[in-house]
């Protein structure tokens, strides 16, 4: 049906190309579509600047309401984030604070937000017309060595938590630092069976090679890695290697591609993002499958004061339906579900208790995805309308 639609289109309008033709497509599929934002570091401006509205369209940034409706955007992570070296009791206070600045931005626009912990909260969402917020916690630093904090994130509404940001904590490793613990210690492996007894996802970008090896021996659920490139062919740290991506997929976990510029080639620096972000997305699949890699995005504050500045193109507006063009061109599904990312994310947070029912085997058949089938105990979904995305943005690295 929706082929004949495309070739009824095309007999109409005879001067329409290919191209066009595609691009057409990809905007249906991503209208369709729950499209999630899993990392957004709007949350610092909710914290940082009190004149700062959701409500209102925004000259700066990359985040407003209006914005998020033109772009098509169904639910968001805000990020709960401060820099490493913020530790101790001001880093749960300085998180606490994040925490309710969210919850108070779904409280001041009820008719446009709706606080989500949950899948089933966030096809609620969409079913009402409006944006699902939840929050993701950007660096393990922030539950002080203490558990009952990583609980009390948890209670508040967190559903998942990177283990590092760029600097280590006191029981794991980071990217972007000396190593100092060979990767996870024990209370770190305490943390991530605490994760997966709650049912928040571990995330992995930013972690160390060897904190990364160590979770995915530790970790009884699928993880994520929120923003993370491949360092074939970028050689920041802070991407995975081919041999990491490969059992990314094997522990069933998602991939989110970072395609802020830092974290891709110089080449790709001056490639036209699509095509550059698409170099990236056929890399990572390359290692693990088709099946495993999303988007993400870091997009900064600093130098971006119009949605139209290029290292924000991909995200404002309708353009974000470009990269999905630019993936179907490439051979990333000919059939009619959106590919980027596929339900992977979905199951993954299915299998980590984010829908109120508990892990998959605690879910009945049928509920929360009536389009999905069991194979083997996990959820692997067919035909069904999911994109799932991350723009990291409103705030550099």
Partial sequence: MLWALVISATAMAPHVGPDEVVAARAQELHARAIVVDTHDDTTMRLVSEPAFDLGARNST?????????????????????????VTGPLAVKRALQQIDKVREAVRAHPRELMLATSVTDIRRAVAERKIAALMGMEGGHMI??????????????????????SRNTTWADSSGDTAAHNGLTPFGKDVVRELNRLGVMVDVSHVSDKTFYDTLEV????????????RALSNSPRNMTDDMLRALARNGGVIM?????????????????????????????????????????????????????RRNA??????????????????????????LCPDQLWRLAVLTSLTPGGPLWRVSPGNPFPCGRYYGGALRAFSCGFIAWVQHGDRPR
């Fill in 144 to 165: 002080d060595a203490d558990l009952g904090m990583l609980r009390t994130y948890a209670a508040l509404g967190v559903r998942y938590m990177t283990l590092t940001h």
């Fill in 314 to 339: 991909i995200y404002c507006g309708s353009s974000i339906s470009s990269i999905n063009a630019a993936s179907r061109e490439n051979g990333w599904g000919t059939t009619a579900e959106p590919r």
């Fill in 61 to 85: 940034g990359s985040i407003d309401i209006s914005r998020m409706r033109q772009g098509g955007l169904d639910a968001l992570f805000f990020s709960i984030y401060m820099p490493g070296d």
């Fill in 219 to 230: 970790t009884t659920a699928p993880v994520i890695a929120s923003h993370s490139s491949c």
């Fill in 257 to 309: 591609i970072n395609y802020h510029l830092d974290f891709i080639s110089e080449a790709f620096r001056t490639a036209k993002p699509p095509a550059a972000v698409q170099a990236q997305l056929d890399g990572a699949a390359k290692q693990c499958g088709k099946d495993f890699p999303g988007l993400s995005a870091q997009v900064s504050l600093t130098g971006i004061k119009r949605c139209n500045a």
